[in-house]
């Protein structure tokens, strides 16, 4: 029920012991773990030698800005780029869609990496942490948009996280660094926000994070902690029956509920499926604090285990590889 943060670019030899540890689950990569496409290659091969080959890798992926791996993969323009081609061109825009994701999750595939992070389903209200991660402010473009994308992962061997449910757009602050608030009534963000991540779902994509934000006119606790968010809406009324994450326990909006390990048992006890511990200072405590929870469902965990996918070398020789990265390139052009 844990996924886990490591500090650099080998794994250090207490890491091998978190990577063991009971409801220990999975590692998410970052840019402090990334030196080439070898060397990342084969931190997660010997991560996998130690925990086994069910054992979850992830990264965020998403083009842009948030993208951990660089050089040696695709740079993949941000979704906001493909939003602006719809205003002149919904067809190719939706083609494009499905193309960057496939790009994406066909490399990290190909190294390894189970799924990303992504799509970013959250409408373009010019958040300072979304910005042009969100494909479009109009929230029906966005779900059309949101479904491609999860098209084209699934196409590349890749399971879909929606983020960040019900939405992170609306609000001004960035919870890496501070608490927000959210007071729009649940009609509105029904009739908005959650209109990508109800298309994501249709689409069958297999998780959801939520979000670290507060919708007081719905609970007044974050969405990552909330029965009302997860129990009552996403599974209730949305009918979502995948994999439920809460986002970085690390991030300065989790901290409402206080330590590592209270955040931790707050993510599980609202009804999320994995607790996310990505700065490895937080990660023995939030070991200490899973060790003996209840196992989460192996049929909401097992989907995110990435297909079979081709090696690194039979996808460069694919020409509609060179054809998707042409025309999703040429976005920024």
């Known amino acids: 029920m844990l996924i886990i943060g490591l500090a650099g670019t080998e794994l250090a030899p207490h890491e091998h012991g978190q990577l063991l540890a009971p409801g220990v689950v999975g590692a998410i990569l970052f840019s402090r773990n990334f030196a080439s496409r070898e060397q990342v290659t084969a931190l997660i091969e010997a991560i996998r030698d130690i925990a086994g080959e069910d054992f979850l890798v992830c990264v965020d992926q998403e083009g842009g800005r948030v993208q951990r791996f660089r050089e040696g993969f695709t740079r993949l323009p941000p979704l906001a780029a493909i939003g602006a081609l719809y205003d002149t061109d919904p067809v190719e825009a939706v083609n494009r869609a499905e193309e960057h994701a496939w790009i994406m999750a066909s490399e990290m ?19 300072r942490a979304i910005g042009n991660r969100a494909f479009h402010a109009d929230p029906d473009v966005a779900a059309e ?9 699934h196409l590349g061997g890749m399971a879909a996280v929606l983020k960040h449910f019900p939405g992170h757009g609306f609000v001004r602050e960035d919870t890496h660094e501070a608490a927000a608030i959210d007071t729009r009534s649940k009609a509105d963000i029904l009739g908005g926000d959650l209109k990508p ?27 990552g902690y909330s029965h009302v968010w997860i129990e009552e809406i996403l599974r209730g009324e949305l009918g979502f029956r995948g994999c439920v994450f809460g986002d970085d326990i690390s991030m300065a909006a989790a901290g409402s509920v206080g330590g590592v390990a209270a955040r931790a048992a707050a993510n599980l006890d609202a009804g999320c499926d994995l607790v996310l511990a990505c700065f490895p200072d937080v990660v023995p405590e939030a070991i200490e604090a899973v060790k003996d929870r209840r196992p989460s469902p192996v049929e909401r965990i097992a989907p995110l285990r990435g297909a079979i996918g081709s090696t690194w070398e039979g996808l460069v020789d694919n020409p509609q590889r060179d054809r998707f990265i042409a025309r999703v390139t040429a976005l920024e052009s």
């Open 109 to 127: 595939r190909a190294i390894g990496v189970d799924f990303s992070f992504a799509p970013v389903a959250d409408v373009g209200h010019g958040n």
């Open 197 to 223: 991540f109800v298309a994501g779902i249709e689409a069958r994509a297999e998780a959801v994070m939520a979000a670290h934000v507060t919708y007081t006119a719905v609970d007044d606790q974050p969405a």
């Open 145 to 153: 948009l949101v479904q491609a994308y999860v098209r084209g992962m």
